[in-house]
């Protein structure tokens, strides 16, 4: 794929609306060579699969969800579900399960797997920080402190 090729791929993923188009433009591309486009459709994919409406605090967290869970399977081989994070959502919802695992001593499991895979702005920390209305302070310092540490720089 040539550079005016990647481009109109490009704008066609930036627009695309449907999952299994981002997921054939995503497999085309890897095959092509072409991780940026690849990464970009991934990107965009995990923008369109969550129900909950954009920009919402839930939406960000279903991303994330989808996001790590996807990676995961592509790697694997394998369907892979966040088997702990989904039924604790189900339990006490999206909020009270950030919280949860930004405020624990460690970071969680996801938390390192999405800063190796350079998506540091889908982990739940990065979420928070854009969400900081919906967290007390002690949440969004533990998220700040928590991504410096792991040298990413927040935009909170």
Known sequence: ?????????????????DAK???QIAANARRQGMSTVARAA??????????????TLEH????????LE???????GTTT??????????????????????MRKEPSEG??????RQMAELTFEAVALRHADRFEIAVLDAAEQRLRAAGVASSK
């Not at 991934?42 to 920009?55: A, F, N």
């Open 1 to 17: 794929m040539n550079t005016s090729a990647a481009d109109r791929a490009l704008v066609m993923i930036a627009n695309c609306v």
């Open 111 to 116: 938390f390192h797997m999405l800063l190796e």
């Open 81 to 102: 579900r966040l088997s702990r994070t989904r039924p604790k959502i189900a339990c006490v919802g999206e909020l009270e399960t950030i919280k949860d695992l930004i």
């Open 21 to 23: 188009s981002l997921r």
């Open 70 to 76: 996807d990676t995961l399977t592509k790697e694997r």
């Open 60 to 67: 960000d967290v279903w991303r994330s969800i989808h996001a």
């Open 42 to 55: 991934d990107l965009r994919l995990y923008e369109i699969l969550p129900s909950e409406k954009p920009g």
